[in-house]
């Protein structure tokens, strides 16, 4: 089941606020927007979960009655607002969602967000194209960031200590795009933003989708929560320590009815010595090429045409040589 609830917003003042819905709050302000929604036991556990756009909540608290209070307030240039005008107004769009885990009773809950301001005079009156992108024609969205211990929300902090766990999230918004996996491709860490002659390189992920720092340490690919994300549990190493590190990666998408060499992700299993594929053990022969190099195969145009590729970059992050308490059992 989807929940849809439209919201018209005319700003004839800096600040408006409008109930879109007994538990959700807007308040459309000059250059920016705060929403508070009041979410029950179901949802107060997977506060990540909850997103404006891309966004995560700004603050998250809990209630007396087990619920919580997510607070979103960021400016209408962030969160992937969606901007239209018209002769007479200035319309921002975007969506305030719940994505659950993936299975065959769960839902997704929607709430369209739209604030609609006056047009100031010295706008040019041209109408751009409705938002296509919002609707989802085929358009991706790609995401890549640091979560916190328990996977709840965005990391706190960007020092980690050697040793400790590193979660790195990336996900893939499909909208009414065909269903699509996500992988990580390749992932290196380096001591500077851009790569260059002069970056120092730490290989992270190879071979389409091999994550080889597991051989070394206690570093995996975490189970999924659907096809579209992937969380990388990394080990701090002792690469570029007590400097700032970068992680450059490559995430591509593909059909996941057609998983190869190519488009895999495959962890390493230190207590048998091999290498397993995440989304289907049965097979992890995919995962054969992780030690010698997975050569690409030839594609037809029709293939071709399932696969997207971004690279992202994340950083700076610190690793110091303190010692650490977090728990570093495998999962």
């Known amino acids: 089941m989807v929940f849809l609830w439209h919201v018209l917003l005319v700003l004839a003042a800096p600040t408006l606020v409008l109930s879109i819905d007994p538990n959700v709050q807007l308040e459309c302000r000059k250059d920016s927007v705060k929403v508070t929604w ?17 966004c995560f909540p700004s603050k998250f608290s809990r209630t007396a009655d087990g619920g919580g209070i997510a607070i979103f307030h960021y400016r209408l240039s962030e969160c992937r607002f969606r901007q239209m005008k018209t002769k007479k107004h200035l319309v921002y769009k975007n969506v305030l969602a719940f994505r659950p885990l993936t299975g065959p009773s769960t839902t997704t809950t929607n709430y369209p967000i739209e604030c609609v301001y006056e047009r100031p005079a010295w706008i040019h009156p ?16 790609f995401h890549m960031g640091l979560l916190n211990d328990d996977l709840s929300g965005p990391a706190l902090s960007r020092i980690f200590t050697l040793g400790s766990f590193i979660y790195i999230w990336a996900a893939v918004e499909q909208q009414n795009h065909q269903p699509l996996m996500l992988h990580m491709d390749e992932c290196v860490a380096t001591n500077t933003a851009a790569l260059g002659p002069e970056s120092q390189i730490y290989p992270v992920i190879t071979n389409k989708g091999c994550l080889v720092d597991g051989k070394s340490g206690h570093s995996r690919f975490l189970a999924r929560s659907d096809p579209s994300s992937l969380v990388l549990r990394l080990q701090a190493f002792t690469f570029a320590l007590n400097t700032e590190v970068y992680f450059h990666c490559k995430l591509t998408v593909w059909d996941p009815e057609n998983l190869n060499e190519e488009k895999k992700s495959c962890n390493f299993n ?47 992050l610190v690793i110091t040589s303190g010692s650490s308490n977090r728990d570093q059992s495998m999962f």
């Not at 041209?126 to 969205?141: C, S, T």
């Not at 097979?283 to 997975?294: E, I, K, M, V």
């Open 126 to 141: 041209y109408v751009e194209p409705a938002f296509g992108a919002l609707q989802g024609h085929g358009k991706l969205v």
């Open 38 to 54: 009041k979410v029950d036991q179901a949802l107060v556990d997977k506060p990540s979960r909850l997103l404006l756009g891309n």
């Open 270 to 316: 230190r207590d048998l010595g091999g290498w397993e594929l995440l989304d289907d053990p049965s097979h992890n022969d995919l995962c054969r090429c992780c030690d010698y190099g997975c050569r690409k195969r030839k594609q037809s145009f029709h293939s071709e045409a399932k696969e997207r590729v971004e690279r992202h970059v994340l950083g700076p």
